[in-house]
């Protein structure tokens, strides 16, 4: 055999021991790999609660206990607890006027607050049992005017008109027939300082008074009447 086809041989087998020894195991190679984990993932839920006090009286939103709408209290017992009536007066009284706390006892903000008048009816004054005499064209929801007063904590000092004619702000204007109890059927945004919608952060309290005049003559047509009305708060997240 030449030296050079010797040569070839040897490398030959050189080549076939070195796969052999891959084949077998005993050679050494690396193995990579990496890895990360994101643990204790959840979705959780916070509150968004609206509480409304009027005195001593508080009710609130989470009280409600029947569906469909649960966490909606119409105030009235048959789906939660109490809510106070603002206003139980005398209809040719001139302007009447109720303190209202709005609190959001949630822990998420809200990202507006509404209300609206609901269920707003004139009707013959059920308290003078046996009378039915009236005088004249009755009164609708629209002669009720209504302001919407934002105050501090006392009640005392104005911040702005939430709802209703305002001449010179923070001050609401009298009632007057601008703004009627029809002109809020639906819900309407109450304004706060610089005109911005109103909101409520988490466990932020709200002042208003309100109040609420007859847009009539104080004469007989008004003898013997009753409006009836509800006046529904709302807030969303």
């Known amino acids: 055999?030449?030296?050079?086809?010797?040569?070839?041989?040897?490398?030959?087998?050189?080549?076939?021991?070195?796969?052999?020894?891959?084949?077998?195991?005993?050679?050494?190679?690396?193995?990579?790999?990496?890895?990360?984990?994101?643990?204790?993932?959840?979705?959780?839920?916070?509150?968004?609660?609206l509480h409304d006090t009027n005195g001593s009286t508080t009710c609130t939103s989470e009280s409600a206990t029947a569906g469909p709408n649960f966490n909606v209290n119409p105030g009235d017992g048959t789906n939660g607890?109490?809510?106070?009536?603002?206003?139980?007066?005398?209809?040719?009284?001139?302007?009447?006027?109720?303190?209202?706390?709005?609190?959001?006892?949630?822990?998420?903000?809200?990202?507006?607050?509404?209300?609206k008048v609901s269920n707003?009816?004139?009707?013959?004054?059920?308290?003078?049992?046996?009378?039915?005499?009236t005088f004249g064209a009755a009164p609708t929801c629209g002669n009720l005017d209504i302001t919407i007063q934002e105050t501090d904590s006392d009640y005392t000092t104005n911040i702005w008109c939430a709802y209703g004619p305002a001449t010179t702000q923070p001050d609401c204007d009298t009632p007057n027939n601008?703004?009627?109890?029809?002109?809020?059927?639906?819900?309407?945004?109450?304004?706060?300082?610089?005109?911005?919608?109103?909101?409520?952060?988490?466990?932020?309290t709200r002042y208003y008074v309100i109040s609420i005049k007859p847009d009539v003559a104080n004469d007989n047509t008004l003898q013997n009447r009753q409006v009836t009305f509800g006046l529904t708060w709302h807030i969303d997240s």
């Open 120 to 133: 707003c009816t004139v009707g013959t004054n059920q308290s003078q049992t046996g009378s039915t005499v």
């Open 81 to 115: 607890n109490q809510c106070a009536t603002l206003f139980n007066a005398d209809l040719a009284g001139g302007v009447q006027t109720a303190q209202l706390a709005l609190q959001n006892a949630g822990s998420l903000p809200s990202t507006d607050l509404k209300f």
């Open 178 to 204: 601008t703004v009627t109890l029809n002109a809020a059927s639906s819900f309407v945004n109450l304004k706060t300082t610089s005109g911005n919608d109103a909101t409520l952060a988490a466990n932020q």
């Open 1 to 49: 055999m030449s030296r050079r086809r010797l040569k070839q041989y040897l490398m030959l087998l050189t080549a076939v021991g070195i796969v052999a020894v891959a084949a077998s195991g005993s050679g050494t190679f690396a193995s990579f790999s990496a890895e990360v984990t994101n643990p204790g993932n959840t979705f959780a839920a916070g509150t968004l609660f």
